[in-house]
């Protein structure tokens, strides 16, 4: 079966990333691994603006880009304050296995 | 489409599939950092230069490091005890699969009104750095504070507090 | 004007002679040939360079140490590159019993593929650039970038706690540092008002009487070419700020592992890191391929290229022979206490030059807050920091 638009192979990639990054970040016990299944679930996302930008109908209006590249910023943010979280967790608990973290209270 | 799409595609694929399946902590984030590589020659092949680049310089060069960094202040590299998955990882593989299919069944159906090739958008740097400061100066300024309130929140939570001993 | 030509044939002779050696194929194939001759002769010539600054480096280190050097093998010791390198690859190759022999085995090849990548978007001479990419300068750090990772999987993957210390120490140096180089070069791309190389190249490469208009010569050029420096030096992890393999506790750090010819690699990665860094801060600051003064133009660009770089990679060994190396919470200070704020400051300082048109007023300006700024923070800021015994606030 051949895929016709181009754009919809970029799409399929993306869909299949996002797949796989939802799936680690719901499969895995360690917090870590989760983080990096939220990264690329991000990326994917990324991936499908910047596709959309190249074939849509207005690329030099550069709205997919703009949006790609705000949300690598802000990715990078939320990794930041995600591990640093990770960090301070272990530090307490002395373990990043989610599964045993099942207490709200100290 | 092209051989050279077909490679991108499936090395960024294998990447994050290793990523999620491997057991030992740090291959996988080494294999995040393969799929973080093929995302970039994706944009690359897109004509998206500048946010390859900066795809690299962001991810490869600082998230990867910070995740291995994190994984050995966390002692994640040692051989874990009883499993890697989740007690629940079937519930979150068929999540992931459903969504996945209800994602590619969308593309598959409308795949017949998505334009076709176009001629590759002339867009320089300077066009993107005219545009950030112009149309889009109040994004910008609002991701600079927020990078600003990320790095020092990120500070003060993995602080260690010092004991008092006197 | 007889001479003329023969000086443009000479600064050319690169161009010509690919040119003449791709002509025999057909059309289609030309371009194609032409980049792989390129990349060819990149792929030569600076290993070439690296065996020469080996031995240079060791002699030059000698004088200044007071002994010989080599001078074993060959005419003064020059051949020793030769027995070296024939040393290398018919040493036995171990790798050590625990290791994670894949991951052990690509870090060497990881980090000399991205070294030999940022060559890509060096402008060496007139038209002499591999790739004119209109974000050359983007490119070039995003492939320092991943020289890290490179340095985290041979120090991880090695089993050994001196090369995990070095690694975790070269890469937590590396990101500091990597902070205040590419904000010293943005000053540069702020006043050209592009991050293609040869754009920057060109944009310096104009003289008021006899003299270039190099961005070293300004105020702000002069901050930020001492910032690059500093970064750069910390970024080859070269002396002072050679902390992460520092022979005498680390044993080499995160290649002590490595022997023979994956040895020899990470060495070559090392020195090429050097000559790209190097290069980049003579394309930024120093004019690049341009003649230092407008009478010398008829001297082939790529001799001007070349030979700013050698001058950097003296200096690189000047500083090895002179001084000793810091301490972790020193360099760590010195990077986010000194470097940082002084670099942003500059970058304010920068856009203060670019928006006061002319006139000696903005020279007087300019000079008066970076000299400020520096006797300030640098002298009295620093003066009385007793640097007491560490406290390990994050490591537990």
Not at chain 3, 85 to 103: F, H, M, Q, W, Y
Request: overall charge neutral; glycine content about 8%.
């Amino acid at each position: 079966m051949g895929v016709a638009s181009p754009l919809a192979a970029y799409l399929l990639v993306a869909a299949l990333l996002f797949a796989i990054g939802l799936a680690g970040a719901l499969t895995r016990r360690n917090a870590i691994l989760v983080l990096i299944g939220i990264e690329l679930m991000l990326n994917a996302a990324n991936l499908n603006f910047i596709a959309f930008w190249r074939y849509g109908p207005h690329p030099e209006a550069l709205t997919g880009m703009m949006f790609a590249i705000f949300s690598i910023a802000v990715a990078a943010a939320e990794a930041a304050v995600g591990l640093g979280l990770v960090i301070a967790i272990y530090r307490y608990a002395k373990t990043t296995d989610l599964d045993q973290m099942n207490r709200m209270k100290g | 489409m092209s051989v050279v799409f077909y490679g991108i595609a499936a090395l960024t694929v294998a990447g994050g599939l290793a990523a999620v399946l491997l057991k030992n902590t740090v291959h996988c984030a080494l294999a995040v950092a393969v799929a973080f590589a093929g995302l970039a020659l994706l944009f690359l092949s897109l004509d998206a230069q500048f946010v390859g680049f900066a795809q690299i310089l962001v991810y490869v060069g600082a998230v990867a490091i910070l995740i291995v960094f994190a994984i050995l202040l966390t002692r994640g590299a040692e051989p874990v005890t009883g499993g890697v998955f989740s007690k629940s990882w079937l519930v979150g593989l068929v999540i992931a699969a459903g969504v996945f299919a209800v994602l590619g069944w969308a593309v598959l159906q409308s795949a017949h009104a998505l334009p076709l090739v176009t001629a590759a958008p002339a867009v320089t740097v300077q066009d993107i750095g005219v545009a950030l400061v112009g149309r889009y100066v109040l994004p910008l300024e609002i991701v600079a504070l927020l990078l600003t309130a990320a790095t020092i929140g990120a500070v003060i939570v993995a602080l260690h507090e010092k004991e008092r001993t006197r | 004007m007889a001479a003329a030509p023969i000086s443009v044939t000479l600064d050319q002779v690169f161009i010509v002679l690919r040119d003449w050696l791709t002509h025999f194929l057909p059309a289609a194939l030309q371009p194609f040939a032409a980049v792989v001759l390129e990349v060819v002769a990149i792929v030569c010539v600076f290993p070439g360079l690296f065996a020469l600054t080996t031995v240079f480096e060791r002699k030059g280190l000698g004088r200044m140490q007071n002994r010989l050097g080599p001078n074993r093998v060959g005419p003064f010791g020059f051949f020793q590159p030769i027995a070296d390198g024939i040393k290398s690859l018919t040493k036995e190759d171990i790798v050590p019993l625990n290791a994670d022999a894949v991951v052990h085995f690509l870090a060497p090849l990881v980090l000399v593929v991205a070294v030999f990548m940022g060559f890509a978007v060096l402008p060496m001479g007139r038209n002499m650039v591999l790739v004119d990419m209109d974000a050359g300068l983007l490119f070039f750090f995003a492939m320092g970038a991943s020289t890290e990772l490179s340095i985290f999987m041979a120090g991880w993957s090695s089993r050994n706690k001196y090369s995990i210390l070095g690694a975790m120490r070269a890469i937590a140096q590396m990101i500091s540092y990597e902070v205040p180089l590419l904000l010293s070069s943005v000053t540069v791309v702020m006043i050209a008002g592009s991050l293609s190389l040869t754009k920057i190249v060109e944009a310096q490469n104009q003289y008021t009487g006899i003299f270039p208009h190099w961005y070293v010569f300004t105020p702000w050029g002069l901050a930020s070419f001492v910032m690059f420096a500093i970064a750069a030096t910390a970024e080859t992890n070269r002396t002072p700020f050679d902390l992460p393999e520092g022979e005498s506790e680390l044993v080499a750090g995160y290649f002590t592992e490595y022997s023979g010819f994956k040895f020899a690699l990470f060495f070559l990665g090392e020195y090429l890191g050097m000559f790209s860094i190097s290069g980049l801060g003579a394309t930024l600051f120093w004019g690049g391929w341009s003649a230092p003064l407008s009478i010398l133009s008829w001297v082939p660009s790529w001799i001007w290229f070349f030979s700013k770089d050698m001058a950097a990679i003296f200096v690189f060994i000047w500083l090895r022979g002179t001084l000793p190396r810091l301490r972790q919470d020193q360099l760590m200070n010195f990077a986010w206490k000194f470097v940082l704020p002084f670099t942003l400051l500059n970058l304010v300082v920068t856009a203060l030059w670019r928006f006061m048109e002319g006139g000696w007023l903005r020279w007087v300006v300019c000079t008066a807050i970076l000299a400020g700024a520096y006797v300030l923070m640098g002298r009295t800021g620093m003066h009385r920091k007793h640097f007491g015994p560490r406290s390990y606030r994050y490591a537990e």
